[in-house]
């Protein structure tokens, strides 16, 4: 019936949210099975495959919805390592070199799917930040993910040169501050809370 194949798009909406690069109003596209959230100067703050059966009667806030469910689904299966596609085993990695903010980066040799984004993806499945949330009355998944500002202030961010350790970002609310630690694969070796 073309339910998977069919071109579906959507006209640009704008958001509750503003763009943390230059502060306009972030706007949301859905285009060849793609969900884009941008701004008008074209700062990229997140983009997720969403397939058309799921696009077909969502209306572009609800694309925008599943496409963060899917991104952290993904971040998960990814870390446990699986492809997120297909599922064959996959390796991940931390790149801190020759960028200006650490990326988490996989790709399946198998079917070929890429995850490439910011390295506070990692720390969206992980419990302690999941609780360091909830216990301030706060649902992770109320926030944008790129409103998180774990994953989009760079100055969160500090290299760690330690054995089988790459980079430790902060992840503050209210007065606690939680420095989590992640290797070379994104994986989280260690934490600890601080009070402000």
């Given at each position: 019936?073309?339910?998977y ?8 909406v ?8 230059c502060d306009?109003?972030?706007i ?17 703050l ?6 058309p059966?799921a ?11 599943v496409?963060?469910l899917l ?10 390592g699986?492809c997120?596609?297909?599922?064959h085993?996959?390796?991940s990695?931390?790149?801190?070199e020759?960028?200006?903010t ?12 890429r995850?490439?984004?910011?390295a506070g ?11 360091l949330?909830q216990?301030?009355?706060h ?11 774990f994953i ?17 970002i902060?992840?503050s609310?209210?007065s606690?501050t ?11 070796v260690n934490?600890s809370l601080?009070?402000?």
């Amino acid at each position: 019936m073309g339910t998977y194949t069919h071109a579906i798009s959507r006209e640009a909406v704008e958001l509750d949210s503003d763009c943390f690069v230059c502060d306009d109003p972030a706007i949301a596209t859905y285009e060849n099975g793609i969900c884009t959230v941008s701004c008008a100067n074209d700062h990229l703050l997140f983009r997720w495959q969403v397939p058309p059966t799921a696009a077909a009667t969502a209306t572009l806030p609800e694309i925008v919805d599943v496409a963060e469910l899917l991104a952290r689904q993904g971040m998960e299966r990814t870390l446990n390592g699986y492809c997120p596609e297909c599922y064959h085993a996959i390796e991940s990695a931390v790149i801190t070199e020759s960028v200006e903010t650490p990326v988490f980066r996989a790709q399946c040799e198998t079917c070929g799917a890429r995850l490439v984004c910011p390295a506070g993806y990692a720390l969206l499945v992980d419990s302690r930040v999941v609780a360091l949330y909830q216990r301030h009355g706060h649902d992770l998944h109320e926030y944008y993910l790129w409103d998180l500002p774990f994953i989009q202030e760079k100055e969160r961010y500090r290299l760690v040169e330690e054995r089988s350790a790459c980079l430790e970002i902060d992840v503050s609310v209210a007065s606690e501050t939680l420095s989590v630690v992640l290797d070379e694969t994104g994986h989280v070796v260690n934490y600890s809370l601080h009070e402000k």
